[in-house]
C-alpha cells in the first residue's frame, strides 16, 4: 500500500474543479462572442479571461496530479504490518 501527500491531493482535487467549474463558463462566452453580430469588447475580454484561468488552473491541477503520482516522498506499508 501507497500512501501520498494529502495536502497535493487536496490541490490537484481543487484544481482539477476548478477547471471543470470555469471552462464551460469560457466556452459559453466565446460561444456568444461568435454568435454575437456586433461583438461587443466585453465579450472578448471576458472569454480571454475565462479562458486564461481555465489554462491556468489546468497547469497546476496538472502540476499537482505530476507531483501526486510521481512524487519524491512515497511511504509504502505491506497489508502484513497493519495488524
Given at each position: 500500500m501507497e500512501l501520498v501527500q494529502a495536502n497535493e491531493l487536496r490541490h490537484y482535487e481543487l484544481f482539477q474543479w476548478l477547471v471543470a467549474l470555469i471552462a464551460p463558463i469560457a466556452v459559453g462566452f466565446w460561444t456568444a462572442y461568435a454568435i454575437e453580430p456586433s461583438q461587443p469588447l466585453a465579450l472578448w475580454w471576458s472569454a480571454c479571461v475565462f479562458t486564461t484561468l481555465t489554462v491556468l488552473f489546468l497547469g497546476l491541477a496538472l502540476y499537482y496530479r505530476r507531483k501526486?503520482?510521481?512524487?519524491?516522498?512515497?511511504?509504502?506499508?505491506?497489508?502484513?504490518d497493519l495488524n
Open positions: 501526486v503520482y510521481h512524487g519524491s516522498v512515497v511511504k509504502s506499508i505491506s497489508l502484513k
